[in-house]
């Protein structure tokens, strides 16, 4: 690729927002740690200028011409500043049970649900989960579908594998709404079969859920780094599934 025409993508990346958004939850993560202090600022500029030239350098590689980046970069920045920022983080309060007379499984898993919706942003409240799951019915019927569903799916997993607190918090659904909006509606194989368009993005919801355990056991910060490995190994394992069936067929 020229130089004319790598500069040509990133002014079209820049303006789409693949640039921008990475800086954008960068912020989210640096203020929602540190508060509105100047740890948080130098974190969010520092963050935000790292993001930008990791794009820069990934779209470089031939594997990203194809491969989506999704919120790599943003997880790759922030896991490794988030322990130089550690020192500045104020403590977050404990979640409490939600102020409902009619407490029980469904209304768990319902404020879980638009917990999850929530920490799309890095955020566990419900009013803000209420508006992500709005906007993804506004984008689209099967964008919020799958969001929904994803979100609910994993959810309903985390209450069983990672307990009450995570789940509640939203900690257990957030990747799982991410990757079945990615691979049900962003990125959908639309050549397969219905049940294998239908059991993939559900799949893939499920499998963060273990997936958040794990690296959390390694004390890194997990961000959405769930939904980023998830989704790049089913994209990684159907392309090589279409090029082997293209080979087998050419025989």
Do not use: K
Request: aromatic share 10%; hydrophobic share 55%.
């Amino acid at each position: 690729m020229s130089s004319l025409s790598t500069d040509a993508t990133a002014r079209r990346d820049a303006a789409d927002g693949i640039h921008g958004f990475c800086g954008a939850l960068t912020g989210c993560a640096a203020f929602l740690a540190c508060g509105p202090t100047v740890a948080a600022l130098i974190w969010t500029v520092l963050g935000g200028a790292l993001c930008a030239l990791l794009v820069r350098v990934l779209e470089r590689l031939r594997i990203f011409d194809w491969l989506p980046m999704l919120t790599g970069p943003f997880c790759a920045v922030n896991t490794a500043l988030n322990p130089v920022f550690a020192r500045w983080y104020r403590e977050s309060e404990p979640l409490t049970a939600p102020p409902f007379e009619l407490a029980g499984p469904i209304t768990d898993l319902v404020s879980g649900t638009v917990r999850a919706s929530a920490q799309v942003l890095l955020t566990d409240h419900l009013l803000t989960g209420l508006l992500v799951l709005v906007t993804m019915f506004v984008a689209g019927a099967r964008e919020g579908l799958w969001s929904l569903t994803g979100a609910v799916a994993a959810t309903a997993l985390g209450f069983w594998i990672l307990g009450w607190s995570p789940a509640m918090a939203g900690l257990a659904g957030y990747s799982g709404f991410l990757t079945a909006l990615a691979l049900g509606a962003v990125f959908p194989r639309n050549d397969a079969a219905l049940i294998v368009r239908l059991l993939v993005p559900l799949a893939g919801a499920c499998v963060t859920v273990p997936l958040w355990w794990l690296l959390q056991q390694t004390g890194m910060a997990v961000y959405t780094w769930p939904f980023v490995l998830t989704t790049w190994a089913v994209l990684l394992t159907q392309r090589r599934w279409v090029r082997r069936e293209v080979a087998g067929a050419a025989s």
